[in-house]
């Protein structure tokens, strides 16, 4: 095969044709050759500018579609209202606050036990919403908002809730460390099951401990209360 010295085509040699298929770039002739208005270095460059242009005006209208960033908070304290057993408290605090620590440490409200502090035994149960929450798992600023009940929250002045009645009925406790917790679970697990069986009681209330073992009682006080609230 020939080389065609960067042009590829029909060649005549001493008298004869003939076609070349190799093109050669090292020969000096084909590097001074003029270049083309539109060289394929320059192509290339041209589309590499083209798409970086053509990726910065994606970047920045994505940027500019994309809703604004929130101001950061912290490290230092920020202003917060909580609304606790339907009070509010205004309270500076930093934004790393548990609300577990607001609640015990910077409110005074200490029904609801630090244990785990992981989220996993329930002792710090409190009501967000009429939900059931480890309080130890939400940050402070993040219940802004909300209603937060907590086991203070639950009797009416000297009145017990039902749900505390029952467990003094049925000895639902030892040294009673889980039992805020537990009484809270159990007010949120009455309210969206106000008649259930002894297997959905033991089911309901499988996210909250009690080291002292005083399960039975437990379950006997749910059923109890269930009753008692009809
Ligand atoms: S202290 Fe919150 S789950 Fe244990
Ligand atoms: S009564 Fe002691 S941990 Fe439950």
């Known amino acids: 095969m020939r080389e ?31 270049q083309a208005g539109f060289s394929r270095r320059g192509f ?9 242009a053509v990726g910065a005006t994606i970047f920045q209208s994505t940027a500019e579609a994309a809703p604004p960033a929130p101001a950061a908070l912290g ?9 606790i057993n339907g009070k509010e408290h205004k309270l500076n605090v930093e934004p790393r606050l548990t609300l577990l620590d607001a609640l015990r440490e910077r409110l005074n ?19 967000l919403d009429g939900k059931a929450v480890y309080a130890c798992s939400i940050l402070a600023i993040d219940a802004q908002g909300r209603n ?11 009145e017990l809730h039902p749900v505390m009645r029952a467990f003094v009925n049925n000895d639902a406790q030892q040294c009673g460390y889980c039992t805020p917790g537990f009484v809270v679970a159990v ?21 909250n401990l009690c080291r002292c073992g005083t399960y039975v009682g437990i379950r006997k006080a749910v059923l109890e209360a269930a009753q008692a609230r009809r």
């Open 75 to 83: 490290p230092g304290e920020v202003a917060i209202t909580l609304s």
């Open 109 to 127: 409200y200490t029904g609801a036990k630090k244990v785990c502090d992981r989220g996993t035994c329930g002792a710090c149960t409190v009501l």
């Open 187 to 207: 007010k949120a697990f009455l309210d969206e099951n106000p008649k259930p069986t002894y297997e959905q009681v033991k089911d309901g209330l499988g996210g």
């Open 4 to 34: 065609c010295h960067g042009i590829p085509g029909e060649f005549t040699l001493e008298g004869r044709k003939g076609w070349c298929l190799v093109s050669s770039e090292k020969h000096t002739d084909v590097q001074k050759r003029p």
């Open 44 to 52: 290339i460059r041209g589309v590499g500018l083209g798409g970086g």
């Open 148 to 158: 937060i009940q907590t086991v203070e929250g639950l009797s009416q002045g000297s």
